[in-house]
């Protein structure tokens, strides 16, 4: 066994969550940060669709979850500049709004309480009919029963993020382990580092834990600390607008269709990313037939031209989902451990508030206001220490 480094934070998992968060501790706060991942940025953070959109994907009773989503879209912009500047690449960032529609009468009238659960919070939506709707995106159905539309709703390339992230870590100083993680080391309540699967051990004076859906699987934590996040599989496809279709669609598509939700989401290059399926299924990657199937199924009833593009990608992600589907942020009860994981469907969006945040705890200690309600502390009961 050989120690072969000493860093400020080692960082467990290669994410848009544990990516983000080295790239601000280290050029914000000067830490040194070293990231372990066999495959830096290919988990979910590949795999996902890339939206912004707090307001059209609102759920009941997750106003501070909205809160925390919301101020992460607020920075965005200013986020993805600074990082293309940084990594010298671009970041993928479109300021494109949000249509969400509904095919026959019962999702209207899902649509319609969601609009008014929108208004009663002060959102910015605004109710169209379905001409409305086809006015602003043509190749929408004539068949759509209505919709809404989020002006503030945005997007980012997912992928262009994932590459930016990696450039401008990398620029900054960041080191890079590509292996993956035997364990992580605790001696004398205190975590110190983590043991490589080929026995070289990583030491720091932080460990930051950001292994999306695997975040529950690394040995070496006591039980009560260990994040409570299962892998909630999607299956996700990509299509390719030739040039002489677009624009095909300008804006991001949700549909409410026969009472399930799926989105279309249009990159300026030509990609129109479809997704996603839900299934808890474990660690299960396979796409299924029927996954693709329904997937194309709701897209064709809502913009029926899809079906002339070419489908040139599908591909299962496991989202980090935790038991309130929230995610897991800040100074664990472990000392020298912090969390950054259980973003569930949120992890994009969430991006420059879990690097600002959590950078921020990194280097300074304490906890941020906005990330107050979401700390690893609201799992961490002696019940779960009883029954593991
Ligand atoms: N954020 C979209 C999804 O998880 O499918």
Redesign the pocket.
């Known amino acids: 066994m050989s120690t072969i480094t000493t860093t400020d934070v080692v960082v467990v998992g290669a994410g848009v969550a544990g990516l983000s968060v080295a790239w601000r501790a280290s050029t914000r706060y000067g830490l040194t940060v070293t990231v372990v991942d066999p495959s830096p940025g290919r988990g979910a953070s590949h795999a996902?669709?890339g939206?912004l959109t707090p307001v059209s994907e609102l759920q009941y009773g997750e106003e501070s979850l909205l809160r925390l989503s919301i101020e992460s879209a607020r920075r965005y912009a200013d986020f993805a500049a600074e990082l293309a500047d940084a990594a010298g690449l671009p970041s993928g960032y479109r300021a494109c709004g949000t249509i969400a529609v509904a095919l026959d009468a019962d999702d209207r009238a899902v649509l319609k309480d969601l609009h008014a659960h929108q208004t009663r919070l002060g959102l910015d939506s605004s109710w169209l009919t379905s001409r409305e709707c086809r006015r602003l995106e043509p190749m929408l159905a004539p068949a759509i029963t209505g919709g809404l539309h989020v002006a503030d709703d945005h997007q980012i390339d997912n992928r262009l993020l994932v590459a930016a992230l990696l450039a401008a870590c990398e620029r900054a100083g960041v080191r890079f382990v590509r292996e993956s993680v035997e364990r992580i080391l605790v001696a004398n309540d205190r975590a110190y580092g983590v043991c490589l699967v080929d026995g070289r051990e990583l030491t720091a004076d932080q460990v930051l834990l950001a292994a999306g859906c695997r975040s529950g699987l690394i040995p070496g934590l006591p039980p009560e600390v260990v994040p409570p996040v299962r892998p909630v599989k999607?299956e996700i496809l990509r299509l390719r607008v030739p040039p002489e279709m677009l624009p095909f669609l300008s804006r991001n598509i949700r549909g409410v269709v026969k009472g399930g939700s799926m989105y279309l989401v249009p990159r300026a290059d030509g990609e129109l990313v479809i997704?996603?399926t839900e299934h808890e299924l474990g660690h299960d990657t396979r796409v299924t037939a029927g996954g693709v199937y329904e997937l194309l199924r709701d897209a064709h009833e809502l913009v029926p031209g899809i079906t002339e593009l070419p489908l040139v990608e599908t591909l299962a992600g496991l989202?980090p989902g935790s038991p309130d589907n929230a995610p897991i942020l800040g100074r664990s009860a472990l000392a020298g451990l912090v969390v950054a994981t259980g973003h569930y469907?949120?992890g994009i969006l969430l991006t420059p508030i879990t690097a600002d945040t959590v950078a921020q705890v990194l280097a300074e200690g304490g906890t941020p206001e906005l990330i107050r309600p979401f700390g690893p502390d609201r799992f961490e009961t002696a019940d779960r220490k009883v029954m593991a």
Request: aromatic share 0%.
């Open positions: 996902a669709a939206m999607g997704g996603a989202r469907r949120h």
